[in-house]
């Protein structure tokens, strides 16, 4: 029996959805099980061994509009699924599940288009995501009978660029510091980055630097001068994840980086801005601390950031101290 997982949502959600993997495995264990998610994604899963295979739908590329959706809807008929789970409740994505015909569909209650499932599923908003996730299994099985491990798998060290491996310090002793997000509201100020960067190297910590190359520019600003290695827009999602691995330290935004460091189980430092952790979108089962201001009336302003703020302030931006992350990095990593 093929069974199809769809998540073509951001990467962290895909990663917040990877439990969901082990749970159909657990419940169809000879199943052959496949994912869709978008070309970026398949990077985050493409390694799992719980996966038959993942289908990338390149959504807003050369799959984009009706004639990509059609396509991509022939594609998915072929290969014969018996059941799809989609976790994705956008228009786009119910219409396309409708149109693969796969006999058995399994949605979300509060999905775009949701009566084109069989069955839908209530996600409680009062959970975690990963719990979230998980409960589209919950008439097969209850929620808390699955494995709530988020699971990535990095790449081995033979699959990373030569430069990278050149510059990058030794496994297990540096700190990585991820600055950027694709939401401006959700970044905390490069100079507060560079504040920990100076107090890390100070420890004797080295600091690398991760971003998608859009974050360069303020990769440079937290780096000018300072001896860190900044990998912002040189990695892929594959090299990203091991260098996130090896790493003792993350100090990151409400953003992929955090939920990547969870799964990893790195200790993390959270640092929400014009989120909040209460959204589900905190850390999952890693050492970890959020900092965030919490004397603000304005925050959380949006459950997932935007590009401006609303009141013009930037406050929950521009105005958490860099002492009180200092303080977590402390307490995590146990320094006097």
């Known amino acids: 029996m093929n069974i199809l997982l769809v998540q073509t949502s951001f990467l962290g959600d895909t990663i917040l959805s990877t439990p969901v993997i082990s749970g159909l495995n657990k419940l169809y264990p000879k199943a052959r099980i496949w994912m869709m998610t978008t070309p970026l994604s398949s990077s985050l899963v493409k390694r799992d ?5 993942v289908i990338s739908y390149d959504k807003r590329g050369k799959d984009s509009g009706l004639p990509g959706l059609i396509r991509m809807s022939r594609k998915i008929r072929k290969m014969q699924f018996a059941k799809v789970y989609s976790l994705h409740r956008s228009f786009r994505t ?11 569909r399994t949605g979300c209650e509060d999905a775009s288009l949701s009566f084109v499932y069989h069955e839908k599923r209530k996600r409680d908003l009062e959970e975690h995501d990963v719990i979230r996730n998980l409960s589209i299994l919950s008439n097969e099985s209850p929620v808390e009978s699955f494995d709530t491990e988020m699971r990535l798998f990095a790449p081995a060290k033979e699959e990373i660029s030569q430069n990278i491996k050149e510059r990058m310090p030794e496994a297990g002793e540096y700190a990585v510091l991820v600055p950027g997000s694709v939401w401006k509201t959700k970044m905390w100020h490069w100079q507060g980055y560079r504040s920990i960067a100076h107090f890390l190297i ?8 991760l971003g998608a190359l859009s974050d360069k520019d303020v990769g440079e600003s937290v780096a000018k001068g300072l001896d860190i290695v900044d990998l912002s827009g040189e990695t892929s999602i594959s090299e990203s994840m091991y260098v996130m691995k090896n790493a003792k330290l993350s100090v990151c935004n409400d953003s992929m980086s955090l939920h990547m460091s969870s799964a990893f189980k790195v200790p993390t430092v959270a640092i929400f801005c014009a989120t909040s952790p209460e959204f589900g979108y905190g850390p999952w089962k890693n050492r970890s601390m959020v900092v965030e201001r919490t004397d603000l009336d304005c925050k959380p302003c949006r459950p997932h950031g935007s590009n401006v703020c609303p009141t013009g302030t930037e406050a929950c931006m521009k105005d958490l101290s860099p002492d009180k992350v200092i303080d977590a990095i402390k307490e995590l990593l146990k320094i006097q």
């Open 49 to 53: 061994p719980l996966l038959s295979g």
């Open 202 to 209: 100070n420890m004797g910590i080295p600091v690398v630097l």
């Open 94 to 104: 119910s219409l396309l599940v409708r149109l693969t015909g796969i006999p058995k």
